[in-house]
T-cell receptor, first 114, second 112 residues
Framework: NAGVTQTPKFRILKIGQSMTLQCAQD?????MYWYRQDPGMGLKLIYYSVGAGITDKGEVPNGYNVSRSTTEDFPLRLELAAPSQTSVYFC?????????????FGPGTRLTVL | RKEVEQDPGPFNVPEGATVAFNCTYS??????FFWYRQDCRKEPKLLMS???SGNEDGRFTAQLNRASQYISLLIRDSKLSDSATYLCVVNLPTSGTYKYIFGTGTRLKVLA
């Protein structure tokens, strides 16, 4: 199993550009999440999904959009990139059921907006 | 008050030392608790779940005090390879699912 994969690993965007961060998992997990991590800060939840076709906002959704057409994929779309979106983005997945379920993280995408 | 609070450190300790990290959480409805390890410029990885009775995994011991809303991680006989940031994570039921709330992490540096 590859686990959770993310592409690209690094990206530099100009202000106003758009891009999609890709995330895929091969563990058949229903739950998937997008987080951002700013230097010295905890992970902040952007969006999450409890299954294909179902997505919901986290604590910092502004400037982002997601879709979940399959169990495996959960892309994150940035529209009109701003310097405030410079961050490391982590995708994660977990299986549903009991609360005590481990989250598995992808390796992250480092995004710089100039 | 932050939902999950940790001492950011850094904790600089010599090899072989015992070090303890603390974490407090604000929501008494929190159901599950975890310690994750994050190496520099890498993704978080689960170190251990934290159970009410306390649990141990080799040199690592985790404790939970629900009454005080407090979680701890004890590392004995520190190794150079233990140098990392340790994230306290709390799982909170919300809107039909669960939300994972991350602390900002405690940095540990083990010195030779």
């Amino acid at each position: 199993n590859a686990g959770v994969t993310q592409t690209p690993k690094f990206r530099i965007l100009k202000i106003g550009q758009s891009m999609t961060l890709q995330c895929a998992q091969d563990m058949n997990h229903n739950y998937m999440y997008w987080y951002r991590q700013d230097p010295g800060m905890g992970l902040k939840l952007i969006y999450y999904s409890v299954g294909a076709g179902i997505t919901d906002k986290g604590e910092v959704p502004n400037g982002y959009n997601v879709s979940r057409s399959t169990t495996e994929d959960f892309p994150l779309r940035l529209e009109l990139a701003a310097p405030s979106q410079t961050s490391v983005y982590f995708c994660a997945s977990s299986s549903p059921g009991l609360a005590g379920r481990e989250q598995f993280f992808g390796p992250g995408t480092r995004l710089t907006v100039l | 008050r932050k939902e999950v609070e940790q001492d950011p450190g850094p904790f600089n300790v010599p090899e072989g030392a015992t070090v303890a990290f603390n974490c407090t959480y604000s929501n008494s409805a929190s159901q599950s608790f975890f310690w994750y390890r994050q190496d520099c410029r890498k993704e978080p990885k689960l170190l251990m779940s934290v159970y009410s009775s306390g649990n141990e995994d080799g040199r690592f011991t985790a404790q939970l005090n629900r009454a005080s809303q407090y979680i701890s991680l004890l590392i004995r006989d520190s190794k150079l390879s233990d140098s990392a940031t340790y994230l306290c994570v709390v799982n909170l039921p919300t809107s039909g699912t669960y939300k994972y709330i991350f602390g900002t992490g405690t940095r540990l540096k083990v010195l030779a």
